[in-house]
């Protein structure tokens, strides 16, 4: 498969796609079928290579067992890919985040933003401006000053209507899976947000595939 593309160019030769889900015994994987058509998707736009009847082999091979596990895929350009797992403890009931906003900032027309990859240095750059238990989460705003993303979740907050409000794709961020699926199933609308906006919403949520909805508040002090 040709590396054509200029995104693909920003990418080095050991940058790989990744996809984190969540397997629970008598359930299986969570957004299976979501996972695998995002990493498809990716796979196409950034040529690599890509078997998906290999990867839900994959899955059925390693997501199995009697205890919760974080599973996660790595995907290389020629069609590698690598399987790890560890036992997963979901967040107890009642948890908050406190979340954090970077000066760190998106580029909103950066399109590598909608793929998940091993390229994560400016998440790493905004995670480092807080200590790590000074916030649960930090978040990332675009050039305008729109809400992007988190580091690791999406955004969701609570602005009074029958629906979530979650940051579109224009603002830059990663098109979830979670995300995806609330979408789908009208849960959540896309709105642009600013922080202004997050300190006026009635309740704040962040969330990814793996952890669920996860109740946040923002915490400036």
């Known amino acids: 498969m040709p590396a054509e593309g200029p995104l693909r160019h920003r990418l080095g030769p050991d940058d790989r796609l990744i996809e984190t889900m969540g397997y629970a015994p008598r359930k299986g994987v969570a957004r299976a079928e979501l996972h ?20 839900i082999g994959a899955l059925r091979h390693f997501a199995k067992g009697p205890q919760p596990l974080r599973v ?6 020629g069609g590698d890919l ?16 406190r979340l954090a906003v970077a ?46 993303e988190g580091t690791i979740t999406n955004v969701f907050a609570d602005m009074g209507d029958a629906a979530l409000a979650t940051p579109p ?35 704040l949520f962040v969330g990814n595939s793996l952890r669920g909805l996860i109740a946040a508040r923002l915490d400036e002090r």
Not at 82 to 97: K, L, N, R
Not at 137 to 144: D, G, I
Request: with cysteine; hydrophobic share 45%; charged share 30%.
């Open 103 to 148: 000066v760190t900032r998106l580029d909103s027309a950066d399109g590598l933003l909608a793929h998940k990859t091993t390229k994560r240095d400016i998440y790493a750059a905004a995670r480092r401006e807080f200590a790590a238990d000074a916030a649960d989460e930090v978040l990332l705003l675009n050039e305008r000053g729109e809400v992007c």
């Open 72 to 77: 996660r895929f790595t995907l290389g350009s």
């Open 36 to 55: 695998l058509d995002r990493l498809e998707r990716s796979a196409k736009a950034l040529y690599f290579a890509f078997n998906r009847m290999g990867a």
């Open 82 to 97: 690598d399987v790890t797992t560890a036992p997963f403890e979901a967040a107890p009931a009642g948890t908050v985040w």
């Open 169 to 203: 794709l224009t603002s830059g961020l990663l098109p979830g899976v979670l995300r995806q699926e609330l979408l789908e199933a009208g849960r959540a609308v896309e709105r642009v947000l600013t922080p202004d906006d997050l300190r006026a919403a009635k309740s």
